[in-house]
C-alpha cells in the first residue's frame, strides 16, 4: 500500500502532487527546488547556496520517511544551464559521498518551475 509523505520541514506541495510516496521499502522524492520551508522564499543567492537548498529539502524529505541520503539509489538533476555543472558537483558531492553515491543523471533543461536553476530528485529505499 502507497504511503503519503509530507513534512513542514521541506516545501509543502503546491498542486496536485506529495512530497513523497512510499511503497514495497521503496521511497520517491518529488522534484525540489531551492525553496526555504520557513520563509516560502526562493534561495537564489548564488548556484552553491542554491543547490545547498534543494539538497537539504531532500534530506529533510528522506529524513520524514525514515530514510537518508545513504539509502539514496538514484538522484535526477535538472539544470538550467550546462556550464555550472562543476559547481553544482561541488555541492552535490558533499552530500554523496563516493562509497554511497546513488546512480545519477544531469541534464539540462529550458526551464524549471519558478525560473530557478536546479531541481532535484531522487529514489530510495525506505526500509
Do not use: W
Not at 521511497?27 to 531551492?34: E, N, R
Not at 548564488?46 to 541520503?69: F, K, P, Y
Amino acid at each position: 500500500m502507497k504511503q503519503i509523505i509530507n513534512t513542514p520541514n521541506a516545501p509543502l506541495p503546491i498542486g496536485s502532487y506529495n512530497q513523497a510516496n512510499a511503497f514495497n521499502g521503496l521511497l520517491f522524492v518529488s522534484g525540489q527546488i531551492a525553496l526555504d520551508p520557513a520563509t516560502g522564499e526562493l534561495v537564489l543567492d548564488d548556484i552553491e547556496m542554491e543547490t545547498h537548498r534543494v539538497m537539504q529539502n531532500v534530506q529533510a524529505i528522506l529524513e520524514a520517511a525514515g530514510s537518508s541520503l545513504d539509502k539514496v539509489l538514484k538522484a535526477s538533476v535538472f539544470v538550467k544551464d550546462m556550464n555550472m555543472f562543476g559547481r553544482i558537483n561541488a555541492v552535490y558531492g558533499t552530500y554523496f559521498q563516493p562509497e554511497f553515491a546513488p546512480a545519477r543523471e544531469l541534464v539540462q533543461v529550458a526551464e524549471l518551475p519558478r525560473f530557478v536553476n536546479i531541481e532535484i530528485s531522487v529514489i530510495a529505499t525506505c526500509s
